[in-house]
Structure formats: structure tokens, C-alpha cells
Nanobody
């Protein structure tokens, strides 16, 4: 069974940057579109960004211009570079398929806290 493992979160000051990474056992990310999601405390999980197999990316309006999703084929990871972070970016970040019928079990996520 595929296990998704997110990493790279932490505590960062407003305006700072973090780089998240998503790894998977038993799955080649090159074969699939993949997305990042996040869930803020007390809120529903929301979509953040998607990268397709050609490297084309789409972003939620709230992160466009600040976040960049990418593939590291050598490491078989899906990465999310997050810049100009603000308090509204605080939450647990997850990766998974953008298609509900193709989703893996959700990983544990990686916590991002933006605070001074």
C-alpha cells in the first residue's frame, strides 16, 4: 500500500520561507498528477497546488505568486516551495492525488506555523 510522507514543515516568521517535500513508498510520482493540500485549525482541508505529469502547475488564488510546486524525479518527491509566508498559511500540509477516485490514504502531514 502506498504511504505518503510529508516533511519540511516548521515554525517560521511572517515573510519567511519553507520548502515542503512529499515522498511515497511503492509509487512513482512521475506517473501521476499530484497536489498539495492544507488544513488550517478549525477549517476544512483545501487545495493548494497541482502539478501534472508534464510539469504544468496550478495554484489556489491565495498562494499564487508565492508558492511553487515541483517534481524532483531523482528523489521521487513532490516539493512545495513556500515564500512570503503569512499567518493565513498556518496549517497542516498534505500531498495526494488531485482526483478523488485516485487518492491514497492521507499521510500524517507536515505542520506549518507562521508566527512572530
Amino acid at each position: 500500500q502506498v504511504q505518503l510522507v510529508e516533511s519540511g514543515g516548521g515554525l517560521v516568521q511572517p515573510g519567511g520561507s519553507l520548502r515542503l517535500s512529499c515522498a511515497a513508498s511503492e509509487f512513482d510520482f512521475k506517473r501521476a498528477d499530484m497536489s498539495w493540500y492544507r488544513q488550517a485549525p478549525g477549517k476544512e482541508r483545501e487545495w493548494v497546488a497541482t502539478i501534472d505529469t508534464y510539469g504544468n502547475a496550478n495554484y489556489a488564488h491565495s498562494v499564487k505568486g508565492r508558492f511553487a510546486i515541483s517534481r524532483n524525479n531523482a528523489e521521487n518527491t513532490i516539493d512545495l516551495q513556500m515564500n512570503s509566508l503569512n499567518a493565513e498559511d498556518t496549517g497542516m500540509y498534505y500531498c495526494n492525488s488531485p482526483y478523488e477516485g485516485s487518492r491514497f490514504a492521507w499521510g500524517q502531514g507536515t505542520q506549518v506555523i507562521v508566527s512572530s
